[in-house]
């Protein structure tokens, strides 16, 4: 008999593409993200012999109570020593890397390119087989050697993200679904970029949860101003706000 923890918020995909729950925070998308490529990173350099996943995609990530993710369904998984090299193509088509497709082998790095497919899924809230991968294409053919990322964003995120955190995504993202596996970087450099990446969200917050404290505190001094000194006038008032609200780059 095997028992498994009890993961009560179901896959990430039903949160992505399913109307019984509420869309996705940024915030959250980027530490499932790196729940995600921690479980890889464990398989690929802590398991001996170390195992390829196979089979990355958002309805295998499960998520808890507390929306912590874990990677599941280990169906097609294997050891990388003895199963790399198979006669058939196997996994889902959307993930699938485009070198393991014509070697018939399957590496570490082909499940980083599954994961870059899932980061952008994260982004864009669009299923591979809704065209994510064309609609990735189209972002990268920017004016003046920009891309254009915040053009795939989800639409349901109201545009409640943070554009350095975006970039810094997606160019990881990117990455990992190069056409050549050896250019792909490996699941203890994504661990990193995302632990970065999920660093100056929790300083961003905290910044602007410091500059919204630091505001209401100067308001309630204006206002027991205002009523020893009616003379405060509105314009000091703004001066007053201005100066919390100048933005201090972390």
Not at 149 to 178: H, Q
Request: hydrophobic share 35%; aromatic share 8%.
């Amino acid at each position: 008999m095997l028992v498994y923890v009890y993961m009560s918020n179901g896959s990430l995909a039903s949160h992505l593409y399913g109307q019984k729950h509420k869309p996705l925070s940024w915030d959250s998308r980027v530490s499932i993200a790196l729940d995600v490529a921690r479980g890889m990173e464990y398989l690929h350099y802590g398991a001996v012999p170390s195992i390829v996943h196979r089979d990355i995609k958002s309805s295998n990530i499960l998520l808890d109570q507390s929306m912590r993710a874990r990677v599941a369904d280990f169906g097609l998984s294997g050891e990388q020593i003895f199963n790399s090299h198979a006669s058939n193509v196997e996994g889902t088509f959307g993930y699938l890397d485009p070198e393991y497709l014509s070697t018939k082998t399957f590496t570490k790095k082909s499940d980083v390119y599954s994961f870059g497919v899932l980061l952008f899924e994260l982004i864009a809230g669009r299923n591979p087989l809704q065209g994510l991968m064309e609609y990735v294409e189209l972002a990268t053919i920017g004016t003046e050697d920009k891309v254009g990322w915040e053009e795939i964003v989800d639409s349901r995120l109201n545009g409640k993200f943070d554009v350095k955190e975006l970039n810094d995504m997606a160019s990881l993202a990117y990455k990992c679904i190069n056409h050549l596996s050896i250019k792909r970087p490996s699941m203890r450099d994504i661990v990193l970029a995302l632990s970065r990446i999920l660093k100056l969200s929790h300083s961003r917050k905290r910044h602007k949860e410091s500059m919204s404290a630091t505001e209401e505190e100067i308001t309630i001094e204006l206002q027991k101003s205002e009523t020893r000194d009616p003379t405060v006038t509105e314009f000091q008032k703004k001066v007053a706000i201005d100066i919390t609200t100048q933005s201090v780059e972390i």
